[in-house]
C-alpha cells in the first residue's frame, strides 16, 4: 500500500508546483483501498475541503493508473497526530496562505487597509446595472455603521463588487484617518481562521476582528459555504461588530437565499441590512467604462472604436478592460492607432457568425469537439479530468453566457444535482481569475468556435 501511494505521489509531485504539492499533498497518507475505495488520512477538516475542490481529479487518476481501477472514490480520515508533521513552508501573502503559514497580517504585524488603491468612487463608472449598489456603497462608505448596516452586495463576477468595497474603505479613511479597517476575502478570514486554531493564537485572531476593528469588508462570502466552524465564527464576529455600531459590508456571488449550505442566521443577519445587487452593465455603461479607462491608461480611444468595442464584448466589465488592454498592446507593437480597422481586426474572432441563438447543445458540442470527447461523457458522472474538465467548462460557458438556470443545467448534462454545476461554475471562476492557461485558451477556443 505504502508503495503504491508513494508511486502515486511521486506522479503527482510532477503534476503540481513543489508548493503546493508540500502544502497539500506530502502530508497526506494512504490508509488502504477497499473494493473502490480508497481511505486518506489527513491532519484536518480543512485539507479535505481543500484537497476536494483542487486535486482530487488528479488524485484519483494517479491512484487509478496505479491500480488499474476503472472506479475510486475517496473516503477521509482526520489524524490530528499528523498535523504535527505539517512543517511552515514559506508562502507569499498574495498567495492563498496554508492554513499552518502564519497569515502575513495577524496581530504583532503592521496591519494596513489592504485597500486596492486603484479602486475608488472617482473611477467608478455608474449606471442602471449598478447604481443601487454604488449609492449604498457611498452611503456605507460616508456614515459607516449607520442606515446600511450591514451591506450586502452580489452580483456576477467581473462586475465591480471588490471595486464597490474597496471605494468604501477609502472613503470612510479619508473622513477618519485612524479608522481601523479590515478588507480581505472570505477565504483569507478562514485560513487565518484555521490558522489561529491550530497555533493557539484565536484570543488574538478573535481580538482583531472584534475590537480592534471599525469597519470590517469582507469579500466573496460566498467562500464560507459548507464551511460549519468558520460561519460560526464569522457569526459571533458579526455580532460583535454590529452591537457596537461598526459598519460591515460583505460581498457575494448570489442573492443571500441562494449562497448553498450556509447557516440560515447568517443569511438572515445579512438579509437585516441593505442588500444590492449589481448587474451586467448596458451598452452606455459599457462605453463610458472604456472611455474612463483609456483615460486613465493614458490609451487614445475614439468614442467610435468604443462604441464598437462595447458592443462586442458584453459578458463583464473585466473582460471588457482586458479587451482594451490588448488592443493598445497591438497597436503599440504594430505602430498602429487604435481604429475601427484595428479593432475589427482584434476582435474579429469573436464577432458572432450568425443571428441564431446558441443553446446548451450547441455549448456542448463545441466542448467536446475542442477536448475531443463524446457528449456522452459529458453527460456521464465519470470524474475523470480529462471528462470533468470539459464539463466543467461547458457547464461554467452554458451559464455564463446563457444565464441558464443551475437546476436546468444539471437535468441539461445528464441529471447532476444544481450544486454541481454551482461548484462547476465556481471552479472554472476562479481558474480564470487565477490566469490559468488551460482554462483560458479552451473558454477562448470554444467562443470562437461558438462566434461569441
Ligand atoms: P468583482 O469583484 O465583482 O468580480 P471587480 O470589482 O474585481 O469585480 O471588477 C473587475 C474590474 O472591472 C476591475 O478592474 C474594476 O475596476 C472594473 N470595474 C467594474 N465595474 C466598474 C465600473 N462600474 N466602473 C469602472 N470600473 C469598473
Ligand atoms: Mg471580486
Redesign the pocket.
Given at each position: 500500500m505504502t508503495e503504491l501511494w508513494e508511486r502515486a505521489l511521486s506522479d503527482l509531485r510532477s503534476r503540481l508546483s513543489t508548493e503546493n504539492f508540500q502544502t497539500w499533498l506530502a502530508p497526506v497518507q494512504c490508509v488502504g483501498i477497499e473494493k473502490d475505495t480508497v481511505t486518506l488520512r489527513i491532519p484536518n477538516r480543512f485539507f479535505q475541503d481543500w484537497i476536494s475542490a483542487h486535486y482530487i481529479d488528479l488524485i484519483l487518476d494517479s491512484l487509478k493508473r496505479e491500480t488499474k481501477q476503472e472506479k475510486l472514490t475517496v473516503s477521509w480520515e482526520i489524524d490530528e497526530e499528523l498535523q504535527e508533521r505539517v512543517s511552515p513552508t514559506p508562502t507569499e501573502p498574495e498567495r492563498l496562505p496554508a492554513p499552518q503559514v502564519r497569515p502575513a497580517s495577524l496581530p504583532g504585524g503592521r496591519h494596513a487597509a489592504d485597500l486596492n488603491p486603484?479602486?475608488s468612487f472617482d473611477?467608478?463608472?455608474?449606471?442602471p446595472s449598478?447604481q443601487l449598489a454604488?449609492a449604498a456603497s457611498v452611503a456605507a462608505g460616508s456614515d459607516p455603521g449607520k442606515r446600511y448596516n450591514p451591506l450586502f452586495i452580489y452580483?456576477?463576477?467581473?462586475?465591480?463588487?471588490?471595486?464597490?468595497v474597496?471605494a468604501i474603505g477609502h472613503r470612510i479613511l479619508c473622513d477618519k484617518p485612524d479608522a481601523r479597517i479590515l478588507y480581505l476575502s472570505a477565504e483569507r478570514f478562514t485560513n487565518e481562521f484555521i490558522w489561529s486554531l491550530q497555533n493557539h493564537r484565536i484570543t488574538d485572531f478573535r481580538g482583531r476582528y472584534r475590537e480592534r476593528c471599525d469597519v470590517l469588508l469582507m469579500?466573496?462570502i460566498q467562500f464560507l459555504a459548507g464551511r460549519e466552524q468558520t460561519q460560526e465564527e464569522f457569526f459571533h464576529t458579526f455580532n460583535a461588530l454590529y452591537h457596537s455600531d461598526r459598519q460591515i459590508v460583505v460581498?457575494s456571488d448570489a442573492y443571500p437565499q441562494q449562497i448553498t449550505e450556509m447557516e440560515e442566521r447568517l443569511i438572515s443577519r445579512f438579509q437585516s441590512g441593505m442588500v444590492a445587487d449589481?448587474q451586467a452593465?448596458e451598452l452606455d455603461?459599457r462605453v463610458?467604462?472604456l472611455l474612463?479607462?483609456a483615460e486613465q491608461e493614458g490609451i487614445a480611444l475614439e468614442t467610435e472604436v468604443a462604441n464598437f468595442l462595447a458592443q462586442v464584448v458584453k459578458s463583464?466589465?473585466?473582460e471588457?478592460?482586458g479587451t482594451l488592454l490588448r488592443l493598445a498592446v497591438k497597436a503599440e507593437l504594430l505602430n498602429r492607432p487604435i481604429d475601427l480597422e484595428l479593432a475589427k481586426e482584434t476582435l474579429r474572432a469573436v464577432l458572432p457568425a450568425t443571428d441564431r441563438a446558441t443553446t446548451v447543445e450547441d455549448i456542448q458540442r463545441a466542448v467536446c469537439d475542442y477536448f475531443g470527447i463524446r457528449i456522452a461523457d459529458l453527460k456521464s458522472h465519470r470524474r475523470h479530468r480529462a471528462v470533468s474538465f470539459p464539463r466543467m467548462v461547458a457547464m461554467f460557458l452554458a451559464r455564463q453566457r446563457l444565464g441558464t438556470s443551475y437546476p436546468e443545467l444539471g437535468d441539461r448534462f445528464g441529471g447532476k444535482d444544481h450544486t454541481t454545476v454551482i461548484n462547476a461554475v465556481r471552479k472554472i471562476t476562479g481558474m480564470i481569475e487565477k490566469d490559468d492557461e488551460q482554462t483560458l485558451s479552451a473558454i477562448a477556443a470554444v467562443e470562437r468556435k461558438l462566434g461569441f
Open positions: 486603484k479602486y473611477n467608478f463608472v455608474v449606471g449598478n454604488h452580483g456576477g463576477v467581473g462586475l465591480g463588487k471588490t471595486h464597490l474597496n469579500d466573496d460581498t449589481i452593465p455603461t463610458a467604462i474612463r479607462k463583464n466589465v473585466r471588457l478592460e
